[in-house]
């Protein structure tokens, strides 16, 4: 069986010998919207839980606007979102000028772009003037809100905090601890100091820390009180398909948006299985799902969750800038075994950016990971991954196995999520 999966910005033909048994592990289907920019005005002026944009700044009044949007990581459609929404803005604000509009690129922890990858993000063509910045999680000033009941100090970029308007644009997309990625995520992760990202995210040791969980998730709650104490006013959301096609666009509360968002990525994303597989072959779903190695962990995460203990995992990541972040690649170098990692992890205490190398050896300590990609096979190694040729390697897995191997394919692996048939799918709670 010949299957063609998403690989960078292109794709590989995969070959799987006839002996094995396989199953197509695909997100559902929903028709893409038409219109971005016609779907965004309609979301406007009905919103969830929010007066329509016009109506709510009419009332508002605020002199200055920030907007936070996701780097080039994140397959968002600012491109088509940015121009009808400052549209939008200066028809319900006639005093409003480009000067006092403030986008800003929001990465969490990843480095920020420089003035090319701010030109590939967003065009000084659609941005009518407005300024433009990105956050660097290390060096750019911070606002305080104070700290969550969880003990997270709130500290978000000034330019973004200090506007009197904030937006968050962002997706909702299954992630393998916060639950779903999306409503305040944007601002308190993308816009925040490296001391918020850190402490929210040593809660993913945390019960009910799990891919497809809103209810009961103590990252995810905590990053919505978050939210509230920076007072978002608009969050607005996406729901892509399997092709990155936009199929939902939600404005409004960001938690309210956040929930009804959530409902429809479930139902695209979590996919029913009865039995565990012998063997997972999973693309992350190409660029930039696959831009580096440390986005590529995700993928390998989620698509753990639908093999055997012991069984074996076949990834594909294209890796095409590289690991991604230096802490993680320094750590991990440290070690030789993944045993290693998960020891001195849980020693040290937790840690952001080697916090991947712990999610990497969790996988890593229980399943037999190979990796396709383009990057070099010493610095694979480094990382405790081992580079293979995909045909030769799934042939070998095949032709070894006694009996006939269950083989699952996973063309998304960075989204789709697996619950056992017959139980209530988490996101729809």
């Not at 396989?22 to 929010?50: C, H, K, Q, Y």
């Not at 203990?309 to 590289?322: N, R």
């Not at 020891?343 to 190979?370: I, P, Q, W």
């Amino acid at each position: 069986m010949d299957v063609e999966l998403k690989y960078g910005k292109g794709s590989r033909l995969i070959k799987i010998p006839s002996k094995a048994k396989v199953t197509m592990l695909n997100p559902a289907t929903l028709p893409a919207l038409g219109n971005i920019s016609g779907s965004l005005d309609s979301a406007l002026s009905s919103p969830v839980e929010r007066p329509a944009l016009v109506d709510y700044l009419s009332e508002k009044r605020p002199k200055t606007i920030s907007i936070a949007i996701s780097d080039e990581s994140r397959p968002v459609p600012v491109k088509a979102i940015i121009p009808s929404l400052l549209k939008h803005l200066y028809k319900a604000l006639p005093g409003l000028k480009p000067s006092d509009v403030t986008i800003v690129i929001g990465g969490g922890l990843h480095p920020p772009p420089d003035k090319a990858g701010i030109e590939r993000i967003i065009p000084s063509s659609l941005t009518q003037g407005c300024r433009v910045t990105a956050h660097d999680a290390i060096s750019s000033k911070v606002s305080d809100f104070g700290v969550t009941t969880r003990g997270t100090p709130v500290r978000i970029n000034r330019e973004l905090a200090t506007g009197d308007c904030k937006i968050s644009i962002g997706l909702i997309d299954p992630h393998q601890f916060v639950g779903f990625t999306g409503g305040a995520k944007g601002v308190v992760i993308g816009c925040a100091a490296a001391e918020t990202i850190e402490h929210n995210h040593k809660l993913m040791y945390e019960d009910n820390a799990q891919v497809g969980r809103l209810e009961g998730n103590p990252v995810r709650e905590d990053l919505n009180e978050a939210g509230d104490r920076v007072g978002i006013d608009y969050a607005i959301n996406v729901v892509l398909n399997g092709d990155k096609k936009a199929v939902e666009l939600f404005c409004g509360e960001p938690k309210a948006v956040l929930k009804k968002g959530a409902a429809v990525c479930a139902s695209l994303y979590g996919v029913g299985i009865k039995k565990k597989f012998d063997m997972v072959i999973a693309s992350c779903g190409g660029f930039p799902k696959d831009i580096c190695l440390y986005q590529a962990q995700k993928g390998l995460n989620l698509a753990s969750h639908a093999v055997r203990e012991g069984g074996k995992i076949l990834l594909l990541a294209a890796s095409s800038q590289g690991v991604g972040d230096d802490v993680y690649l320094d750590y991990v170098s440290r070690f030789a075994t993944p045993r290693e990692v998960l020891d001195d992890f849980a020693e040290s205490g937790f840690k952001m950016g080697a916090h991947k190398a712990y999610l990497f050896g969790r996988t890593l300590a229980s399943y037999d990971v190979a990796v396709a990609s383009e990057l070099d096979a010493d610095v694979l190694r480094t990382c405790q991954l081992k580079a293979v040729a995909p045909d030769s390697t799934i042939e070998k897995w095949v032709r070894d196995f006694e009996g006939r191997p269950r083989v699952a394919v996973v063309p998304n692996a960075n989204t789709t999520y697996f619950y056992q048939e017959g139980l209530e799918i988490k996101g729809q709670k």
